[in-house]
């Protein structure tokens, strides 16, 4: 069993830029596909970011290319999502998911792929 806890959400201007954080732990990290989703208020939860267990590959949502970067240390059994540049659409709470071996973008990008989520982190961006 994996846990997830994610970490560094708050409240932001529009313009700035946040880094979260989401520890893995019960299991080394690199043994996981780890994703980002996001959800607002009233809306479905929507993918943001993933990363491979190596790093090697990444992959993001259209719309968030150039602002938002995902990366991971497995040392320390983390995986950041950079979100730079942000705007009040970004509003929402972020999730990190997991998924057990390599996924790419041809499924790593659906929630049903990934066995195992964190609690989330709220990120608020004022305008």
């Known amino acids: 069993q994996v846990q997830l806890v994610e970490s560094g959400g708050g409240l932001v201007q529009a313009g700035g830029s946040l880094r979260l954080s989401c520890a893995v732990s019960?299991?080394?990290?690199?043994?996981?596909?780890i994703g980002w989703f996001r959800q607002a208020p009233g809306k479905e939860r929507d993918f943001v970011a993933a990363?491979?267990?190596?790093?090697?590959?990444?992959w993001y949502a259209d719309s968030l290319t150039g602002r938002f970067t995902i990366s991971r240390d497995n040392d320390k059994n983390t995986v950041y999502l950079r979100m730079n540049s942000l705007k009040p659409e970004d509003t929402a709470v972020y999730y990190c998911?997991?998924?057990?071996?390599?996924?790419?973008?041809?499924?790593?990008?659906?929630?049903?792929?990934?066995?195992?989520w964190g609690q989330g982190t709220q990120v608020t961006v004022s305008s």
């Open positions: 998911a997991a998924a057990a071996g390599d996924l790419f973008s041809s499924r790593g990008s659906y929630r049903e792929f990934y066995a195992y």
């Open positions: 990363i491979t267990r190596s790093g090697s590959s990444t």
């Open positions: 019960g299991r080394t990290s690199s043994s996981y596909t």
